[in-house]
């Protein structure tokens, strides 16, 4: 059972989330991921007429609320990333303590029942008609420049939303954005992220518009790099939705256009990509394009095109006639099939 009883439920989850940022240092992102998980486990509770009350933090109202998400159709992932966040949490007050010193919590309620099993499908990336389709869309230019800028930079949605207009600034003579990027765990690194000639082109347009001449001035620094309608910071939300959009108005019905899906596609330009002297991007310089820790991370974005598997299958044929020739048999067995 949760000690403290009577206490907000809320209260102990906003000192969770205080510590896990201030003392343990994790990421911003994860910080919104958890309270996102926990905001919706609060509206279950009260769409039940329950409290928010600490007492209510249990195993069976947890099982009940994943059983609530799977009935409104959400993924096995996306339950497992909110029960993963109660989980983090119910760690945290299982370590916090009261005032008479004893812990708020003395188990993880999410831990009292089998999570759904999660199949992890390959993401899917944009070909190149669909990337170009995507691109030629006519938008505003608050709009565009938050498009292109994801295209080009990789960056998240969440690490673009979160960047200010101070975060604009030149290094060796190059437009870059100085932002915090996602970190395993409770670590965040702050990333010098290059971006191209044409992008920052129009990113200064875009701000010479919102009459910000110089983005190190100290009176802007602190606004927002991305803003939507009525000049509010995008979120994520908001950004992701805007890239559905996007896609829906190129005419994409293979799938649906996701920040993330963007992430990927930009890997996949980067390895088409050539240096002046005709060498291809490397792994670790891919990798760290896209601002991974460890180029290890980078097996997920990997992906070929059609036509690649199409040569590679034809590279094979060709490789069956040599290994057949170099064994004595040069007839092809398969020729005729």
């Known amino acids: 059972m949760p000690r403290g009883a009577g206490k907000s439920l809320s209260k102990m989850v906003a000192e969770a989330l205080q510590y896990l940022g201030n003392v343990r240092n994790y990421a911003p992102m994860t910080i919104e991921n958890y309270e ?53 949490l119910a760690q945290t007050l299982m370590k916090l303590k009261n005032g008479e010193d004893k812990a708020y919590l003395l188990q993880n309620p999410t831990r009292t029942f089998e999570w759904p099993t999660v199949d992890q499908p390959e993401t899917k990336f944009l070909l190149p008609e669909e990337l170009a389709a995507f691109l030629g869309v006519a938008c505003p230019l608050r709009e565009s420049i938050a498009r292109d800028l994801m295209v080009d930079t990789g960056l998240r949605c ?21 932002v915090i990027v996602k970190g395993r765990g409770r670590r965040s690194r702050k990333r010098h992220i290059p971006v191209s000639g044409p992008v920052a ?12 001449s110089n983005p190190q001035e100290a009176t802007c620094r602190d606004e927002a790099l991305l803003v939507g309608g009525e000049n509010r910071r995008w979120k994520r939300t908001g950004l992701s939705a805007l890239m559905v959009r996007i896609g829906q108005k190129a005419g994409i019905s293979r799938l649906r256009v996701s920040a993330h899906k963007l992430r990927h596609t930009a890997n996949i330009v980067a390895r088409f990509a050539r240096r002046d002297d005709g060498s291809g991007l490397d792994r670790w310089t891919r990798s760290q394009l896209l601002s991974h820790a460890s180029p290890a991370s980078l097996d997920r974005y990997e992906h070929l095109l059609p036509d690649e598997l199409f040569e590679a299958r034809e590279a094979q044929r060709r490789g069956l006639a040599r290994y057949l020739g170099e064994s004595g048999r040069r007839d092809d067995p398969l020729a005729e099939k």
Not at 61 to 79: Q, W
Not at 201 to 212: D, I, K, M, N, P
């Open 36 to 88: 996102i998980s926990f905001d919706q486990f609060r509206q279950f509770l009260s769409a039940q007429g329950l409290p928010d009350d600490v007492r209510q933090f249990t195993g069976d109202n947890v099982f009940r609320f994943a059983e609530a998400l799977a009935a409104r159709k959400h993924k096995a992932s996306t339950i497992v990333i909110r029960l993963s966040g109660l989980s983090t």
């Open 158 to 178: 969440s690490e673009l939303c979160r960047a200010n207009v101070g975060d604009v600034i030149t290094v060796l003579g190059r437009t870059v954005l100085s």
């Open 201 to 212: 082109t129009a990113l200064f347009e875009y701000l010479s518009l919102r009459g910000v």
